[in-house]
């Protein structure tokens, strides 16, 4: 198991830009797929992101494709999200997720074992 603990959210203006962070703990970072999902207000839980073990490929969801980018760097154990050009509608709480055992990228929130705490995000109009 890996602890997961995201940070970086607030209240940004629209068209505004924020770096979501999420520093992981207590497992080999590099065995994970990570993912970023968000949930907004009365609504599922939703994609946003997913990054490979490596780096090599990368998904995002079409809601925030162009105005957003993951990251990680395997040395400080941290995946990051870069999402710039925010709207509305990106207001939500954040969460971070990590999936071990496999190479490939799953946009399926239950296929992820390990969660973060969630960070707010509110982008006001």
């Known amino acids: 198991q890996v602890q997961l603990a995201e940070s970086g959210g607030g209240l940004v203006q629209a068209g505004g830009s924020l770096r979501l962070s999420c520093a992981a703990s207590g497992r080999t970072f590099s065995d994970y797929v990570m993912a970023w999902f968000r949930q907004p207000p009365g609504k599922e839980r939703e994609f946003v992101s997913a990054?490979?073990?490596?780096?090599?490929?990368?998904a995002y969801a079409d809601s925030v494709k162009g105005r957003a980018t993951i990251s990680r760097d395997n040395v400080k154990n941290t995946v990051y999200l870069q999402m710039t050009n925010l709207k509305p509608g990106d207001t939500a709480v954040y969460y971070c997720a990590a999936r071990s055992g496999v190479i490939t990228i799953t946009r399926v929130p239950g296929e992820y074992g390990d969660w973060g705490q969630g960070t707010q995000v509110t982008v006001s109009s």
């Open positions: 990054i490979t073990r490596n780096s090599g490929s990368t």
